[in-house]
């Protein structure tokens, strides 16, 4: 199975991230879309690009974050994306994001990588200054 590797290190205490990561309305200031949520799965609409639904799990503090993709194009639907988080040292925390269970690393997994990046940068910024920054459109 491929797997997407990337961390950051963002100014910002560990749950803050967590917040930025669990909860709809701030997933949407720096992801973007429409992100609506019920009975913890989470559906992201977005313009001209397809929707995702994630069942996003654990939500209590200290947890590592995963987000299950029930829905999405192409090979994405039962790959998950886990979030986790140690002190990085002076006020920063590093964030280590793995997205695993992809059958390869062609097609929909190379999307998938340039765009994790891009969406964790903007998590890293959305944390530290608490300005939403939208990486993604929201439909019309």
């Known amino acids: 199975m491929a797997e997407i590797h990337h ?3 963002a100014r910002a205490a560990p749950d803050r991230i967590r917040k930025a990561l669990s909860n709809p309305a701030e997933v949407e200031a720096w992801h973007g879309g429409r992100v609506t949520s019920a009975e913890g799965v989470w559906r992201f ?3 001209g690009a397809p929707t995702f639904r994630w069942k996003v799990e654990p939500l209590e503090s200290g ?3 995963i987000w ?3 829905e999405g194009p192409g090979d994405s639907v039962g790959t998950e994306a886990v979030f986790k988080f140690r002190p990085a040292g002076d ?8 997205h695993r269970g992809w059958p390869h690393a ?3 997994f190379r999307k998938c990588n ?4 891009v969406l964790l940068h903007h998590l890293r910024q959305f944390a530290e200054t608490g300005k939403a920054a939208p990486a993604l459109r929201a439909p019309a």
């Open 7 to 9: 961390e950051i290190k």
């Open 45 to 47: 609409e977005f313009d």
């Open 63 to 65: 947890a590592d974050i």
């Open 68 to 70: 299950r993709c029930l």
């Open 91 to 98: 006020g920063r925390t590093l964030v280590e994001f793995v």
């Open 106 to 108: 062609g097609g929909n």
């Open 114 to 117: 340039t765009q994790w990046a």
